[in-house]
Every structure is written in structure tokens, then in C-alpha cells.
């Protein structure tokens, strides 16, 4: 049985007193539940005042980026090592922000997949296809264009602290969701391609997220598709009523 994961990505938002204050709101609103598994990602300046407010509770600490090297001259980059020094246990890697804005390529992506596993964090590996692709018809040839290369290297053992998450760019801070079916299709494939690459029973574990507009009225019909595990949220994590009642809707 795959436990239902929740992740909520803060992005470029909040501020210290409002970081706080949200984090406080979760830990409240989830007290001791432990039916699903839930984290948050703040911006790296506040990780270390939300570090202090999850500590002891279920909600676990994620940042949403870092840099392939251990440390040295990469001024204003921060490393897998001072995110675990932080609390971190998750780290958000190959976001469609980071993707399209930063020109991050899926070779880089795939440096920072490895550094983080070998830091000992939990990778959570975004991939997902423009509309334009979608319109033609290229949704798998990305999916797997971006699992194959960000996967490349990782062992079926370290695939047991990676979540992937399924992320259409159409859907991301749009409004528009891809629908059930829609997402049920894209997760099928992932974890078909996975189990290829990383064989089958590493591929039945294997917790794939899906993000992309979702909220508290389309939370419960994504998250019961036999392949989504959960859901990265972006836009309705940012108040901690709206992000527990997506969470709520995974059980
Ligand atoms: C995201 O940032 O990963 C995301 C899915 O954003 P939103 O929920 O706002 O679409």
C-alpha cells in the first residue's frame, strides 16, 4: 500500500512572520495524523524558522531547490548538505518554474538528483509536458525524455527515497487541472517507464504526486486514481485551510 503524500510548495511567497504562521496552521490542523504524509517547502531564508515550528509533528521540512556540489566557490547557491544541517528531509528538483524560466536541462536536473540522494534527502523529481506538446501528441515521448535522464545513475534502493511528480505545465498556478483521467494516464505511464528502468517492484512503491491546480474541489477525484499518490500544491498551500482540506481528500 502506497501512503498518500501531500507536499505544499510555497515558491517565491510568504514572508518570516507569514511563513510561521502557516506552518503553525498545519502543524495544528494535522496534530497526530498519520494516514498520509505531508511536508512543506518554504523559501530557503524561512526553512530554518518552519524547521523550529514542524519539528516533533508529522509535517516534514522540504526545500525547493539546491546546488550539485557538496560545497565551494558557487556564490548565492545552497548545497544538499546545509538543507539536511537544516531539517530538510525533501527536496523539490526539475520544477517546470526551474525547467522553462532557468533553463534547468534534465542533465543538471539529474546532478541534482543524485547530490541530494547521496546527502541522504528525499528527492522530489517534477516532469511534466507544455501544452504544446500535449497538443501534439508528445506527452509521453517527454515523460520519458525527463524520468530516463533525471533517473540516470539512480539505483532501484536509492528510488526508495525518490517521489516523482507529475506536473503538466498547463496546469501549474492556471486554474486548469488535468483531469482524473487525464492524470491516471500520464502516473500509468511513469510507473510503467520506471519499472523499466528500475524494475518492477521498485516501480509499485514508488509514490507519484500529482501537481498542477489542484484544490480542495478537484482534490478528492485526482488523488483516488489507482496511480496518483498524492499532490504537489502550489497556489492552494499558501493558506493552510484549503492545503488541509486537499489532504483530508487522500483519505
Ligand atoms: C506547483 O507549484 O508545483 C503547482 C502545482 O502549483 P499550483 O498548485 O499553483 O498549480
Known sequence: MRKKFIAGNWKMF????????????VVKGLGSESR??????PPFPYLERVANVVRGSPVGLGAQNLYPEKEGAFTGEVSPTMLVDLGCRYVIVGHSERRHKLRESDSFINRKVQAALVAGLSVILCVGETLEE???DQTEKVLDTQVTKGLAGVSAEALQRLVLAYEPVWAIGTGRNATPDQAQQAHAF???????????EAAASLIIQYGGSVKPDNAAQLLHQPDVDGALVGGASLQAEPFLAIARAAL
Open 190 to 200: 511513469l510507473r510503467r517507464r520506471v519499472g523499466e528502468l528500475c524494475g518492477a
Open 36 to 41: 498520509f504524509t505531508a511536508a512543506v517547502c
Open 134 to 136: 500535449r497538443e501534439a
Open 14 to 25: 510568504t514572508t518570516a512572520a507569514s511563513a510561521e504562521q502557516l506552518a503553525n496552521a
